[in-house]
């Protein structure tokens, strides 16, 4: 695959705004640790920007009590940044669960047993809504390809 079909399939499946989306989550970051105090700003992330709400994520309960004390001020400030009117919604989640890495290359698949196969086949049949059949039934045949294709 080329970079420029991976250009135009990101561009196909992301939403529009993705790159302004991004853009806002670093400057709310930003000015979250411009405004907070040092050790607190690296304890808190900016999670996701709406139009409307700013999600922020603390790592402990009591820095997110810090910052649902202090919302008012850290609303104008991010108000400010995005330059339209958000609210705040503050969570809580470890700062293990934000740092998780992902593996470099994903795990190889387990290979599926013919008759694992023939079961997701004759399962299919059985199914009354036609698109959830005709989609089982592609699932069915795409397995069976790939499994003559690591056979070979």
Known sequence: MSKGDINSFCRSVLPDNFEQVG???????QALQSWLPQ??????RVLT?????VTVSASTPVV?????????????????TLG????????TSPASLADVELPARPAQPHRLQEKTIDA????AN?????????????????????TKRNDS
């Open 23 to 29: 853009q806002a989550v670093i400057d709310c970051q």
């Open 39 to 44: 050790r607190l700003g690296t304890m808190v």
């Open 49 to 53: 920007v709406s139009a409307q709400t």
């Open 64 to 80: 997110a009590n810090y910052l649902r004390l202090h919302q008012a001020d850290m609303q104008r400030l991010l108000s400010q």
């Open 84 to 91: 339209s009117q958000v609210t705040m919604q503050v969570k």
């Open 120 to 123: 997701v086949a004759s399962s």
């Open 126 to 146: 059985a199914i009354e809504d036609e698109t959830l059949r005709a989609a089982m039934k592609s699932l069915a045949a795409t397995l069976q390809s790939a």
